[in-house]
């Protein structure tokens, strides 16, 4: 079994035995394995250094994303122009499954993201429905019409279609595994004025 097939496997078992992950979506059973070339990040470079306890139940996918982070397409969907030089050099994230995924999916996409603490993700939006669920860490979320919260590992927040959203990692990295679904799932985040 390859390391990105250990990391998919781990993260199944996370989303079978998570009953919110469930409710939002049940894990697809259309997957199929492609060929993606790994692509580095500053972010993938510095992983096994990055301090990531998470919980009993979110460990499992950690141990599997440092093994299998250099195989990995890591991406950065924002310029410097839009995010900044400090927050291209802390975040990154994968797409595991999705309609351009190192697992194909037409039912659902998944990600696990990756940020550095202090960093402020500033208000987005995108027409797919999304699910965060913290693997590592917390932050704080803000989106339009909903009261701000602070994530913690083990915790998750929904955004609906179009909705704006902002994060802000703390004292520590944060780390996420993020579902989307619905239409606008091949879709790519949009910086948006808050
Ligand atoms: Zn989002």
Request: net charge neutral.
């Amino acid at each position: 079994m390859s390391r990105v097939q250990r990391l998919l496997d781990a993260v199944r078992k996370l989303h079978e035995a998570t009953p919110e992950l469930m409710a939002y979506a049940p894990w697809p059973d259309d997957l199929s394995a492609q060929q993606v070339m790994p692509h580095p990040c500053p972010v993938a470079q510095t992983m096994g250094d990055r301090k990531l306890p998470g919980s009993r139940s979110t460990r499992p996918v950690i141990q599997a994303l440092r093994a299998a982070t250099p195989d990995l397409e890591w991406r950065q969907t924002y310029s410097e122009a839009e995010v900044g030089a400090e927050f291209l050099q802390t975040y990154g994230y994968v797409e595991l499954f999705g309609p351009g995924g190192h697992f194909r999916s037409r039912k659902l996409r998944g990600y696990i993201g990756f940020w550095g603490p202090g960093l402020t993700y500033d208000w987005h939006a995108h027409e797919a429905e999304e699910l965060y669920f913290t693997l590592s860490g917390n932050a704080v979320f803000c989106a339009h019409g909903a009261p701000n919260v602070m994530l913690r590992t083990g915790q998750a927040r929904a955004h609906h279609s179009n909705q704006p959203h902002l994060m802000v990692t703390l004292d520590r990295p944060y780390l996420a595994y993020a579902v989307w679904r619905g239409a606008g799932m091949e879709g790519l985040p949009k910086m948006v004025a808050s």
